[in-house]
């Protein structure tokens, strides 16, 4: 079947007509009012030539006159995926010949670097890959331009978002022009700009109708004509939103603050080890009477502060306590969301468990003790703290011998309670945060931040800097094979020492003793370093780049604990002449601070352990579930919760298809760049909303925040994308951007532009690389020279421009 009406297009039929004609063939199904058309189907494009009677045939059917000519890819248009200008669309199509002449054009447009760039940066097999044509009666567009269901740079999903200039909706989709630009929310409608308020409300009405017949937030193309009739071009899902936080039974909007960015982890979790860091963190905050609720968004982990910003008690505290692991940027959401009417206090509202008091009163004695003990003696304490670590390190090793079946396996996995808290790890920990976190706030007006923080150099009894330094110790020890270990990808050096085809380089110890550590090591889904030391190999060929000894680690970690000894005791001397008690109580905790603070990472430390047996007893039934068919492979069981594993178990249920699901989602979410750090319960990014109200510095350069983020990195004016190369990190500073330029931002690190619309396709791109983009910036390529340091600042809409570099 070459050739069909869009009318007889649809869901169903996505791999016959591809994704933009599926898409419009649901409109019409739904009764919108949709140009007539018909698609050249993958089927002519399956067999290379173009049916030209058919398609002249079909194109008088249509009356003749100007056609709009669109490809329409079987990769195209999807949830994940807008391609949105990456293949070609020719307007304005007269005549047999011409049509022949743009179908071709369409079908090598699968083809273009910008194409190829887009599929493989959104891991889409090319080889599978198919084009179908769209051909549609031309509409004389008065007024055109984009409709989007929710708003694509807050993410809220009770607001729509509306660009729109007079004629042809290709100045706005491709950012040549200014549009005016519309949020539409249960406001009234201004009489301003190209639309009238009746015209707005048609639009919010038929986004309505389309997001619910979609079931997902909608890129809608449309345009009005002379005669004021609305037609619709295109609806596509908006590829770039957030994941929603799941529903409650509340009315109240929920606010949700992201946790993973403690531990040094945007990436998202697999389902196996979500469950496990829902129950740790829980436990975690409970031990401190503290009671939020987990929950799992885009694979990332949030918590439920609504409750605690609502509490007229702990609402006083949230700033402050937000500086502790949180840092600036989630202070700054929670203090504006503490304005915020919504969350005003609710005096019947406890962030505590049922029961009241009653878990912080049973935990304020043992902290107590735990932490005075710690600071009057603390390294009787941080000695008890690493005799604990080793005494947890042989139970995990030792409690599962007598396991055999898999059932067996997932009871003792089901059975930790990795919440479980070691006084003699917890205290001295909390000492050490303590005593950092205290004389900032003591000297505060009397020693700035850069002084105290001196102090905290070259910080002893950290297990991560020790790790560190034991590493380089390796390096220096494989010094005999540097040439190997420089020249070898590290892929090949792992696989070489797993065969045992490696020379001895003193790597097992050091395995020994950290092998259960890993990027996002907290989520037990990863691959630990002992499984797979690729991650080691490619650390150790970076230490035998260092030819400078003077830059050896274990020799700049001695002169920053040097200088840090110094700048303590100048620092206490200084404040004692000034404020002699606060210098007595000051000099205190900062010299326990050397002791202790160091200790911050041991908590993650212990736990990794038990962590390091449950993936191995999990890995375990997972290579007996594939055996079985029931799994592709063993470590698919990570995207599995124990109830799911179970049911493979017990019941036989084959889980591979919902693997497989789940590990494509997984991928995804891998390459968002943009994670936001608080989300309310409507989808809204708290800190992109936020920030357009935050004041710019003096010199800063205003313009349209396009995609939210904040990027700092040398600049690269680029007048032509043909010629142009972008080194990883740079800022892409151009006169505007269309299709043809997305290839570059593969690599670039923001976006700048002088012109163009927040729904155009460059910033649409931008936004779904996860780069922060600054558009409709006034003479950015004459004010802004390649090689100076900039900051985009995605949502607040500004660019500074670093004049000292």
Known sequence: ??????????????????????????????????????????????????????????????????????????AEDLPYASFAGQQDTFLGVTGVDALHDAIAKCWSSLHTERAVAYREANDIDGRTVRMAVVVQRMVEAKVAGVLFTANPLTGCRTEMVVDAAPGLGTAVVD??????????????????????????????????????????PQDVEWAIDSDGTLWLLQSRPITTLFPLPPPTDRPQPRIYLEFGHVQGMLRPVTPMGMSALRVILAGMLGSFGIKAEIVDIGGRLYGDLTDLVRDPATRKR??????????????????????????APVPTVRSRPAGGLGP????????????????????????????????????????????????????????????????RIVWPVVAGILTAALPVELLKGIASQAEIHAVFGGMPH????????????????????????????????????????????????????????????????????????????????????????????????????????????????RVRRHRPVRGRLAGFLLRRARVLAGLREAGKFAGLYPLRENRRQLLLVGAELADGGRLAQADDIMFLTIPEARAAV??????????????????????????????????????????PATAAAPDALRGVGAAPGTVTGPARVVHDPATARIEPGEILVAPTTDPGWTPLFLTAGGLVTETGAPMAHGPTVAREYGIPAVICVPGATDTIRTGQVVTVDGAAGTVTVDRGR
């Not at 790597?507 to 003793?513: A, G, N």
């Open 1 to 74: 079947m070459n050739v069909i009406t869009l009318a007889e297009a649809s869901a169903g039929t996505a791999e016959l007509v591809g994704g933009k004609a599926a898409g419009l063939g649901e409109l019409i199904k739904l009764g919108e009012r949709v140009p007539e058309g018909f698609c050249l189907t993958t089927a002519a494009h399956d067999r290379g030539v173009i049916p030209d009677v058919e398609v002249a045939s079909a194109y008088r059917a249509l009356g003749g006159g100007p056609v709009a000519v669109r490809s329409s890819a079987t």
């Open 175 to 216: 950012g040549t022009a200014p549009a005016d630009h519309y949020v539409l929310d249960d406001t009234p409608y201004d009489d301003r700009g190209c639309l009238t308020p009746a015209q707005l409300v048609e639009l919010h009405r038929a986004g309505e109708r389309i997001q619910a017949h979609f079931g997902a």
């Open 318 to 343: 949230l700033v402050k306590l937000m500086a502790v692991d949180f840092g600036p940027r989630a202070q700054a959401v929670v203090a504006h969301l503490l304005t915020d009417p919504r969350f």
């Open 360 to 423: 912080a009163l049973r935990t304020a004695p043992r902290a107590i003790a735990g932490i005075v003990a710690a600071l009057a003696r603390p390294e009787a304490a941080r000695g008890r703290l690493f005799e604990e670590i080793d005494q947890l390190r042989q139970r995990a090793a030792a409690a599962p011998a007598g396991l055999r079946t898999a059932a067996e396996r997932l009871d003792f996995v089901e059975a930790q309670d990795p919440s479980t808290r070691y006084d």
């Open 462 to 573: 950290n297990v991560t800097i020790e790790m560190d330094l034991a590493l380089w110790r390796l390096a220096e020890r494989a010094d005999a094979h540097r040439d190997l270990l420089r020249t070898t990808p590290p892929e090949e050096l792992a696989a070489r020492y797993r065969a045992g085809t490696l020379p001895e380089i003193g790597l097992s110890e050091f395995l020994d003793t950290y092998g259960q550590r890993a990027a996002a090591e907290v989520d037990l889904g990863v691959p630990r370093w002992a499984e797979d030391p690729t991650p080691v190999f490619a650390s150790i060929a970076n230490y035998l780049r260092v030819t400078d000894p003077e830059q050896a680690p274990d020799r700049r970690f001695a002169r920053a604990a040097a200088a840090a000894e110094v700048a303590l005791a100048a620092l206490v001397r």
């Open 650 to 691: 017990s019941a036989g249920v084959d889980q591979r298809a919902l693997v497989a699901q789940r590990r494509a989602t997984y991928r995804r979410e891998l390459r968002r760049r943009h994670v936001p750090v608080a989300v309310l319960s409507d989808g809204t990014d708290v800190e992109a909303a936020l920030a």
